[in-house]
């Protein structure tokens, strides 16, 4: 069975002090941009429209299915938002995008990350494979979603990083979105 390697750089602006962390990209022909949460039925980017902007509808381009990409990489750079996923090369073991059907092949590095960054303060997990992952590879507790656990990366700094496990942005966890929102937001006055 074919692997895949990750399609995107990670996106680590000057000053990130967020790092988001999903599993992996879904397919392709499931993107409406190039970029982090490329599905338009997944539902972070308009979270972050409800959370920062209080409009749902923020970061999409009216009257089509897609995000405005430009408009997500100039936010996430003034806000200090930095994006990956916890695997560079992945087996699908079903033709879709479910993380239950994820098989990593190659984890990422998240120290090595986290050194790119240093102003990082906090790993954000945006669903369960990529939570479970976190907690393997430095061996702490997994948090309740909505809440965080401390971190010390001996290699990366020595003060605490938090680790904060949110909701999945997909719509097939089944929260409502103002539920979702209100869940980050938490996590945005905490860190």
Known sequence: MK??????????PEGARILFLGSFPPQPHRWCMPFYYPNWINDFWRIMGIVFFGDRGHFCVPGEKRFDEAAIRMFCTDAGLAFYDTATEVRRLKDNASDAFLEVVTPTDIAALLRRIPECRAIVTTGEKASTIISQTFGC???????YVNL?????AQEPITFWRMPSTSRAYPLPLEKKAKEY??????V
């Open 3 to 12: 692997t895949e390697k990750h399609p995107f750089q990670p996106f680590l």
């Open 185 to 190: 937001r938490k996590l945005f006055k905490g």
């Open 152 to 156: 010390v990366i001996p290699s990366v």
């Open 141 to 147: 507790a997994m948090p309740s979603i909505g809440s």
